[in-house]
């Protein structure tokens, strides 16, 4: 009896880790085949009474904020509106981002922390005076104001939200680990993202770089201390069957952190984040796909399926020595390792 169980339960893995990888080799061909739409070009121009503001969450971000501000906001001072929320800061990081803007919020609250609570008080913030656009960034990234307007432009002509591409580089002396780590983040946020927009019209959030109409904030809350905000938001808009544009052209970079330890917890908190949700929220997701017949929804939920690559990579690499064990050890059938090495080849293709 032990047997069956052991079996079926390593033939469902097999059959999610195929949906997956499926999914997976789809993005990279489409990306690299399909034809790119009209809407990932940036040559819109911006009207000249567009109201865009920029938001940008920082905690205890002194080290990096003054440069990131000084190369975003170079020339484009009077272009759009600087907002920097400064959420539970225990450094000069308000102080730093005055120097640069007179729109800084201080928020202190060490129960309701997190980055969607920090995006909400800015949100709130800016009610108060409303833009046409609202282009959320981190406060390490590194960017140009005049990146930031061609985003905008995009943004207002397609009157949707918007990804631009979010790049994360390991230094040049970084181990081999932290290289591996920004493979890995090109291939999820450049290459899947661009090929599955080409193929299904949307895209997911990355967390900066993104750009939102801001009709879209009515009656929406980003209050949360969810570990993944931007897959959060991602999965409330396909329900609600809004499309999210990708614009290639436009290019926001960022450096992972430069410790091993900083860079493990933060990669251990996107990849716990992104589990959580493959758990409890795609369920969901494909029952409210499959009870209102919404295709964004469904897509949605198949590009969620696909683990972080690490873990993708571990996962297979488990399935496949598992099969293989009960194929040569405990009699199972020889069609389950085939199976397993058929999908080690596809994913290694």
């Not at 085949?33 to 009474?49: F, G, H, I, V």
Request: charged share 15%; proline share 4%; aromatic share 8%.
């Amino acid at each position: 009896m032990t047997g069956i169980v052991t079996l079926w339960a390593l033939s469902f893995l097999l059959g999610l880790f195929s949906i997956a990888v499926g999914v997976f080799v789809v993005q990279v061909l489409s990306a690299l085949c399909l034809p790119a739409r009209r809407s990932e070009k940036t040559d819109a121009k911006l009207p000249d009474n567009a109201r865009v503001a920029v938001l940008m969450p920082a905690h205890n971000e002194e080290a990096v904020l003054g440069d990131t501000l000084k190369a975003l906001l170079a020339g484009s001072a009077s272009a759009f509106r600087m907002v920097v929320v400064a959420d539970n800061c225990t450094d000069d990081t308000a102080t730093i981002a005055r120097m640069w803007t007179h729109d800084v919020v201080e928020r202190t609250d060490h129960i309701l922390r997190g980055k969607g609570y920090a995006l909400q008080a800015g949100l709130e913030h800016l009610r108060l005076d409303p833009p046409d656009v609202v282009i959320v960034l981190d406060a390490d990234c590194r960017v140009s104001g005049d990146q930031v307007l061609r985003l905008a432009s995009v943004c207002m002509t397609v009157g949707g939200p918007v990804q631009s591409v979010y790049l994360m580089h390991a230094k040049s002396d970084s181990p081999v680990s932290a290289k591996v780590s920004e493979l890995a983040w090109l291939v999820k946020t450049f290459v899947r993202a661009l090929g599955w927009y080409r193929l299904t019209g949307s895209c997911g959030l990355s967390g900066s770089g993104m750009a939102f109409p801001w009709a879209l904030w009515s009656g929406r809350s980003l209050a949360s201390g969810h570990l993944v905000e931007d897959l959060q938001l991602t999965v409330d808009l396909a329900k609600e069957g809004v499309a999210i544009h990708f614009c290639p052209d436009v290019r926001i970079d960022s450096m992972f952190p430069t410790s091993d330890g900083s860079r493990a917890v933060q990669s251990t908190r996107w990849e716990h984040g992104h589990l959580d949700m493959i758990t409890h929220t795609l369920p969901g997701l494909i029952w409210h796909a499959a009870r209102h017949g919404c295709l964004r929804a469904f897509t949605l939920g198949l590009d969620m399926l696909v683990p972080p690559l690490s873990l993708l990579v571990l996962g297979m690499g488990a399935c496949f020595m598992s099969a293989w064990a009960l194929v040569l050890f405990a009699g199972a059938p020889v069609w389950l390792g085939g199976w397993a090495t058929l999908l080690a080849l596809l994913f290694g293709w």
